[in-house]
């Protein structure tokens, strides 16, 4: 199991746990632990609203020279 998957699913039990002690007895902390999965939801319904409408993500564009002072070749 790679690193990257282990923090994942170390950083989600965690989150359960916490929605499960503000559910069971503290619940002041309900406001700032729905406040990540509201903002999630919102951000996952717009990109299906942009790809349901047809809208294709739009790519930054950079201009000048990058930070080790090379000619940025999208430019």
């Known amino acids: 199991m790679s ?3 282990l923090a994942w699913i170390l ?3 965690f ?3 916490l929605w499960f002690v503000a ?3 503290n619940h002041a902390w309900i406001g700032p632990l ?5 903002l999630g939801l919102l ?3 717009g990109v299906w609203i942009q790809r349901f ?6 790519h930054p564009k950079f201009e000048g020279r990058d930070r080790h002072g090379r ?3 999208s430019a």
Do not use: M, N, Q
């Open 3 to 5: 690193a990257k998957l």
């Open 11 to 13: 950083g989600a039990l």
């Open 15 to 17: 989150y359960l746990a």
């Open 23 to 25: 559910l069971t007895a």
């Open 34 to 38: 729905a406040t990540p999965l509201v």
């Open 43 to 45: 951000v996952a319904g």
């Open 53 to 58: 409408v047809g809208i294709s993500p739009r």
């Open 71 to 73: 000619e940025d070749p």
